[in-house]
């Protein structure tokens, strides 16, 4: 009979809205620049295919306060349409991917961009700029059934509104990304994919209240301690 080592740490999941159910986190995928205003803004060509980075799944953090991570002076937010998986697999066709979303929320994929900075000009991987602990916040999933992601993605720092775009000017839709990161991954349930920020990034401190929307998916909102 095998057994533990020692204890395994608990199971990452999300509350989905309108019951008692929990998503079970199994990874998290995210895109780069995929709004051509941002992607413009970071020195990148809109023209671009997709990229993806990760995040592990214990990233994800719940709640109304997020801290401040170490090991950086230049913390910044990116507001994103996050896309939750309940099946998956390798090579998938564009036509079939929407078959294979649970539902989408709200999320700040929460950047250490001095790091990344620093990262780049050596060609370093990203781990440490993007993958650090509560580098996720995220909203209740809301399943697909009764969410509208076409509307306006918005982001605003105590009160004053920082990044605003819609959902419908990403350079690569929900299903394409789905199929693209399927090319590279056999994708399963309990995926998340965070699909891309509008430009209008920025830095984050101490005390700052963060509000943001994906219009027709809800709301998420934290302050950074």
């Known amino acids: 009979m095998t057994t533990f080592a020692f204890s395994p740490p608990a199971q990452p999941t999300v509350p989905v809205d309108g019951g008692d159910s929990v998503f079970p986190v199994r990874r998290i995928l995210c895109v780069g620049r ?6 413009r803004e970071m020195g990148a060509d809109q023209r671009d295919p997709p990229f993806f980075f990760a995040k592990p799944a214990d990233a994800i953090v719940l709640g109304d306060k997020v801290p401040y991570p170490v090991a950086t002076h230049e913390l910044h937010h990116e507001i994103e349409l996050v896309v939750a998986l ?3 697999g390798a090579n998938i066709a564009v036509e079939e991917a929407m078959g294979h979303v ?3 929320a709200v999320g700040v994929d929460l950047t250490r961009r001095d790091l990344q900075a620093a990262a780049k000009t050596k060609s370093h991987p990203w781990d440490a700029a993007k993958g650090f602990d509560a580098s996720a916040p995220i909203s209740a999933i809301v399943p697909a059934e009764r969410a509208r992601p076409d509307g306006a993605i918005t982001l605003s720092v105590n009160g004053q509104l920082r990044q605003s775009g819609q959902v419908a000017a990403m350079i690569w839709t929900v299903p394409e990304i789905i199929a693209e990161a399927s090319k590279l991954w ?3 349930a309990g995926d998340l994919i965070f699909t891309g920020t509008p430009e209008g990034v920025g830095a984050l401190g101490r005390g700052d209240r963060v509000e943001g ?3 027709g998916v809800g709301k998420l909102a934290f302050t950074v301690v």
Do not use: D, M, Q, R
């Open 34 to 39: 995929n709004y051509a205003a941002h992607a």
């Open 86 to 88: 309940k099946s998956g």
């Open 102 to 104: 649970f539902g989408y």
């Open 186 to 188: 056999t994708l399963a």
């Open 213 to 215: 929307a994906v219009e």
